[in-house]
């Protein structure tokens, strides 16, 4: 039974924001924090761990020298066991290579440098490329590869650029048994120190660099796309199943249980849901962060056009919520949980910090946490009622009465609203071949008029004949024209040739 004073699923927006207090968007992938804060967290726990690491190899390995002394007291020391300061000395290579694989991208080569005069273009084709990357290839990744070019062209730094992207994109390629999170640290390593590097030659310059790294990250991740998207080394197609299982087995929700403020009656209303769902439905198919993030913005763009017409006041953060619910409930995207871990991992991390884009994430991020621990009480509905509609054996539209009656309770008032339905569509449907029959007989009618007509027309206006002396003239011209042509001219009394006249002057 529904409880009679709704409660609502309300949001603080200082919900949204990173639990660090930095003032940034946070999301539920980052365990609420924001993209950088996440980024620092796991920096420090890395090194906190490396340290352990360190300190136990040095125990232990004091330990068994004191064990081995003990055994041996006059012996030399045992040879075998790697000095701790080798170790070490591994551990700090280790920890610098992967600063070093940045790095090296942004540094000037000394190998063969790129005449002045050389072509753009002539340093977008790699010379004789592994087979590896000849299969990768593609249509889109050679059209963002010819944008990209055409971008960076008016820039000055803009061949150099271009090469930096090329060599870490071809470079990760290589990369792909590595780790999500490790590869999304080099990826976004990388967009800060070219950041860095645009802000210096840009003179802060913040639009110009936002420009550029949206292109930079449109060619990487098209290019990157196949190798980083729902890798194996993580469960993300696990967890895209999981939760499309969990909204299939959610049918049944209905707009009242979510309080949504939105009237499909209305035709405009309903046309904004549709569009909503399609552009959701939708982000599964692009390949760029920034064009998958523009699929959710205007997905939550046509849900508030939706309340404010529905409301006929401007829509409020508690209303855009349980409408995005319902509207992901209703789609249902494909690889939802991929998309939005490809978009944490990869992104540029301003866009998902600030702006429109990364408050609409923030919030689809909220929506797919809430319908993962949907329960009855989120509903304001009973725990029993909430699995007998889980399990099936109950559907909202057909609420259980407390009757003693073996039927299903509301059986009967079913039946009657159906049978109303099939009433109506009959008389409908009589109606519709009423006017068929008319139609059909008009049309009878009209073709009896037109061919009515035409007779008249033919029996007022008969075929004019030609007279016998027309006939006869028109024979004899015909046969003199043939004539004309023919090769026996004898007996047609042409006229003799003209003789030459000598002029004298």
């Given at each position: 039974?529904m409880m009679s004073q709704r409660r609502g699923i309300h949001l603080d927006q200082s919900e949204l924001l990173c639990k660090k207090g930095c003032g940034f968007y946070g999301n539920t992938g980052c365990q609420g924090l924001c ?308 978009i944490t991992r990869f992104s540029n991390p301003s866009r998902l910090m600030t702006g429109e884009d990364g408050y609409y994430f923030t919030n689809l991020c909220c929506a797919v946490a809430f319908i993962e621990k949907l329960d ?53 449907q009589e109606q519709v071949m009423v006017k068929a029959r008319q139609l059909e007989s008009d049309l009878i009618d009209w073709t009896d008029e037109v061919e009515q007509k035409v007779q008249s027309v033919l029996e007022s206006f ?44």
């Amino acid at each position: 039974m529904m409880m009679s004073q709704r409660r609502g699923i309300h949001l603080d927006q200082s919900e949204l924001l990173c639990k660090k207090g930095c003032g940034f968007y946070g999301n539920t992938g980052c365990q609420g924090l924001c993209s950088k804060c996440w980024r620092e967290e796991n920096q420090r726990e890395k090194q906190t761990q490396i340290q352990e690491d360190w300190a136990l190899a040095e125990r232990l390995q004091r330990e068994e020298q004191e064990a081995y002394a003990s055994r041996h007291p006059k012996a030399q020391p045992q040879p075998s066991i790697t000095p701790f300061s080798k170790f070490e000395e591994r551990k700090t290579k280790e920890k610098s290579s992967k600063v070093n694989t940045v790095t090296k991208f942004f540094s000037a080569s000394t190998k063969t440098p790129s005449k002045k005069g050389a072509p753009f273009e002539a340093q977008s084709s790699p010379s004789s490329s592994s087979s590896s990357a000849s299969r990768r290839s593609s249509v889109d990744s050679d059209h963002a590869t010819r944008e990209f070019i055409d971008f960076l062209k008016p820039l000055k730094s803009g061949r150099e650029v271009f090469k930096q992207c090329r060599a870490f994109t071809e470079s990760m390629v290589y990369k792909r048994d590595m780790g999500a999170d490790e590869q999304s640290e080099c990826v976004q390593d990388f967009y800060q120190n070219l950041s860095d590097r645009l802000h210096t030659q840009f003179k802060g310059s913040s639009e110009h660099v936002e420009s550029v790294m949206d292109e930079v990250e449109k060619y990487m991740m098209t290019r990157l796309y196949k190798e980083v998207f729902c890798p194996e080394t993580t469960d993300d197609e696990k967890k895209d199943l999981a939760i499309q299982k969990r909204i299939r087995a959610l049918h049944w929700v209905t707009i009242e249980m979510l309080c949504v403020p939105v009237d499909e009656e209305i035709a405009e209303v309903s046309d904004s849901v549709v569009k909503s769902i399609t552009d959701v439905i939708e982000m599964d198919s692009k390949c760029v962060p920034k064009e998958k993030l523009a699929c959710i913005t205007r997905c939550s763009k046509h849900i508030f056009n939706a309340i404010k017409i529905s409301k006929k006041e401007a829509a409020s953060a508690d209303d855009f919520l349980p409408t995005l619910i319902y509207i992901v409930l209703k789609a249902n995207p494909p690889r939802l949980q991929s998309n939005i871990q490809y978009i944490t991992r990869f992104s540029n991390p301003s866009r998902l910090m600030t702006g429109e884009d990364g408050y609409y994430f923030t919030n689809l991020c909220c929506a797919v946490a809430f319908i993962e621990k949907l329960d009855g009480q989120s509903l304001n509905l009973s725990s029993e009622e909430f699995e007998r509609y889980m399990s099936g054996q109950a559907s909202p539209q057909s609420p259980q009465s407390t009757g003693a009656s073996s039927c299903p309770p509301g059986s009967t008032t079913q039946v009657h609203q159906r049978l109303d339905l099939l009433a109506g569509l009959g008389e409908r449907q009589e109606q519709v071949m009423v006017k068929a029959r008319q139609l059909e007989s008009d049309l009878i009618d009209w073709t009896d008029e037109v061919e009515q007509k035409v007779q008249s027309v033919l029996e007022s206006f008969p075929p004019e004949t030609q007279n016998p002396t027309a006939i006869e003239a028109s024979g004899t011209t015909s046969a003199a024209a043939s004539a004309i042509d023919s090769d026996n001219v004898e007996n047609e009394h042409l006229p003799p040739p003209l003789l030459p006249q000598v002029f004298a002057g």
